[in-house]
C-alpha cells in the first residue's frame, strides 16, 4: 500500500510539472506572438505539439500564426494532420479561415453552408462562422449567416446587436439602425452603447431617424420612446422631443433637461424643466426644480424671474415643515444666490448679510451653521 501511494504522489508530481511546463511555454509563444516574432513563437508550438499532439489548441494557434505569415499551405498541411483532434465546428472554421485568407470567399462560404446543413440546431456555431467573416472584413456574408441562425431559431430578435455591426460596416444605415433599436428592445442595458453608436449615423445620416420613429410606433417599450425622444433632442427638434417625454416617466424629462443645460440649450432645458415641475406634486421636489430653474434663468441674464423665482421658495412655508428638513437644501441655496443677485445689484450690506446668515441656518452640516 506505501508503494502504491508513493508511486501515485510521484506520477503527479509528474503530471503536475509537464502541465507546468506547456503553461510556460505557451505563454511564452503567445509573447512571442503579441511581439509579432511568429517564428519563435512557432518553433514552441511545433515543439509543444511533439509532446500534446492531440491538444486542438495548440495547432489552432500555429494555424493562426502561419495565416498572419500568409504561410497557407503549410497551415492547410497542420490542420488536415490535426483534423481528427479538432471538433467539427473548430475544424470548419479553421478550414474558412485558410480558404478566406486566399480569398477563396465562395468557397469558404459554401463551407459555412455545409456544415449548417448539417448541424443547423447549434445555434452558437452560426456565431462562430459569422465572426470567421467578420475577421476577414466580409460582412454581407457575416449578416447572411446571422440571419440563418435568426429563421432556424424562429426568434427575430438574436443577434440583432451583431447584424447592426455588420451592416454598418457595409453602410446599410437604415438596417444597421433597426438591429440596433431591436437589440435595445430586449436590452436596456445596452442603452449607453447604441445611443453612442446610433448618434454617429444621425449626426451624418440624419434621415434615418424616420426609421427611428417608425420602430417607436411598433412597440410601447418606454425605452425606444426614451431613445427617440432622446434622438430628436440632439438632432434639434427639441419641441417634438419633449411632446414625447411628457407621457414617460417624469424621471426621464428632468435627465432630458439635464443633458440641454449642460450642452449649453439654456431655453430647451428652461422648456424642460417647466414641463418637468407640472408633475411634481411633493413641495421639495418643485423647490428643487426651481432652483435649477433659477440658475438656468441667470445664465440667460433674465435676473428680475430668477429673483421672483427664488423669492416664491424663500416665502414657502411648506418647506419649513419638518418633514422636509432633511430632504432639500433648496432654502440654503435659494438664500445663497439671494445673496449674490443682492450683491450684483448692489443693495444694502445688511439685506447681503441677512440672507447669509439665514443660509447657514439651513445648511445640513453643523460647523456649516455655526
Known sequence: MKRIIISFILLTGLL??????????????????????????NEIYFELLEVYPEDYKISEKLINNLLIMTKQEKATEILEAAKGNFPAIDYTKNKIYIDLSLRNIEQAFQ???KYLQVNSGKINDYRILAIAFERYREYEYASIIHL??????????????ELAYDYERVENWSQAVHEYLKHLDYNKGFFNYI??????????????IKVVEEYSRETTNPVIQEFYALSLGEMGLFEEALQIYS????????DFAERQKKNGNLEIALSAYQNYLLQLDQPYEQA??????????????????AKRILLEIYDNKDL????????????????????????????PQAVIL????????FSFNKKNRE
Open 288 to 305: 428643487e426644480t426651481n432652483i435649477e430653474m433659477a440658475m438656468i434663468l441667470l445664465e440667460m441674464n433674465n435676473l428680475n424671474e
Open 247 to 254: 407621457k414617460l416617466d417624469p424621471g426621464k424629462l428632468e
Open 320 to 347: 419649513a415643515k419638518k418633514k422636509y428638513k432633511y430632504k432639500t437644501s433648496a432654502r440654503r441655496k435659494c438664500r445663497e444666490i439671494l445673496a449674490e443677485i443682492a450683491i450684483y445689484e448692489d443693495e
Open 195 to 208: 445611443y453612442s453608436r446610433m448618434r454617429k449615423i444621425l449626426e451624418n445620416y440624419p434621415e434615418n
Open 111 to 113: 463551407l459555412a453552408e
Open 354 to 361: 441677512q440672507y447669509l446668515e439665514e443660509a447657514k441656518k
Open 148 to 161: 440563418k441562425a435568426r429563421e432556424m431559431s424562429e426568434d427575430e430578435f438574436l443577434y440583432a446587436r
Open 16 to 41: 503536475f510539472a509537464q502541465q507546468n511546463d506547456k503553461d510556460i511555454k505557451l505563454k511564452q509563444a503567445a509573447n512571442f506572438s503579441s511581439r509579432k516574432l511568429y517564428n519563435k513563437a
